[in-house]
């Protein structure tokens, strides 16, 4: 069995006396991500903001160290809300929105690496860890739920069309850029720095919701709508409990890219749909 992080076990051997600020922080920690909740799915930016800096506030006067990490997925999640979240692949908007999201990763690192120097945000790609048999298994799994999925969600309900269509070659290159870096993304950030701060502070199950809500939401803004959230939230949940237990981004970003793939694939089809025919919905 793989071991709990230090940070992680500091959180479950807590005494008594560390339960009041434990249940305390929960409270800004709900605030941050009701604020991503406002700020990607409701496009209230006002609202957004105001709920996000109560946070940081509150958090303040609970502990040193829990506003510094909020404040630290705030950073991302304002980094974020200031550029359009949208499927535009031009070069332009490719530009603007990856710059964006480089600050929201880039940053939490930076601050944890080079100033705070607790390391709490680390992207593990070689664990040392083989990949066990159920966690081999479940990748070809996600293929198969993804091609038994994503057809019937993206073509019946017409989300597709929050997507460009493209059928040139240079298209196409970029939207399966686009939708590689985007899955990439997520990982690094709702999981690999969202989550893991939270979870510092909070049980993981409490961490796990919260940042769900954050991915959910972020994901609602870019067009997955309809009832996308009844298993993008779900997938959310997953991904970070597999994060937990495999400790490996490698893994998570695997199993992610695969869903994408998968979507790729249905957005060319269903934009041009004498080309790969070979969805069921």
């Not at 903001?49 to 909020?70: E, K, N, P, Q, Y």
Request: a neutral charge; aromatic letters at 12%.
């Amino acid at each position: 069995m793989r071991q709990q992080s230090a940070a992680q076990a500091q959180v479950h051997d807590a005494g008594p006396a560390d339960l009041p600020r434990a249940s305390l922080s929960l409270i800004p920690a709900v605030m941050v991500s009701a604020s991503g909740f406002l700020l990607f799915a409701r496009e209230d930016r006002l609202p957004g903001f105001l709920l996000l800096a109560a946070a940081l506030v509150l958090a303040g006067i609970i502990s040193r160290r829990l506003v510094i990490d909020l404040a630290l997925i705030a950073v991302g999640l304002t980094a974020m809300s200031l550029v359009p979240i949208t499927t535009d692949i031009s070069t332009e908007h490719m530009a603007v929105m990856g710059t964006a999201m480089i600050l929201a990763v880039g940053i939490p690192y930076a601050v944890s690496r080079f100033v705070t120097r607790d390391h709490a945000i680390r992207f593990p790609v070689r664990t040392g860890q083989p990949w066990t048999r159920a966690e081999k298994w479940y990748l070809p799994a996600v293929l198969l739920i993804g091609y038994a999925l994503m057809p019937v969600y993206m073509i019946r309900t017409g989300v597709y069309n929050n997507w460009p269509a493209v059928s040139d070659p240079e298209g196409i290159a970029r939207l399966f850029l686009g939708t590689n870096v985007l899955g990439i993304w997520d990982e690094l950030f709702f999981i690999c720095t969202a989550f893991t701060l939270l979870r510092r502070h909070l049980p993981d199950w409490q961490a796990n919701l919260l940042q769900a809500v954050l991915f959910t939401s972020f994901l609602w803004e870019l067009g997955f709508h309809s009832w996308a959230p009844f298993f993008i939230f779900p997938f959310a949940l997953l991904q970070a409990r597999l994060f937990t237990i495999t400790k490996s981004l490698s893994y998570i970003v695997s199993v992610h890219l695969l869903f994408d793939f998968v979507l790729f694939l249905v957005l060319i089809h269903a934009h041009n749909r004498e080309w790969i025919d070979i969805f069921l919905y």
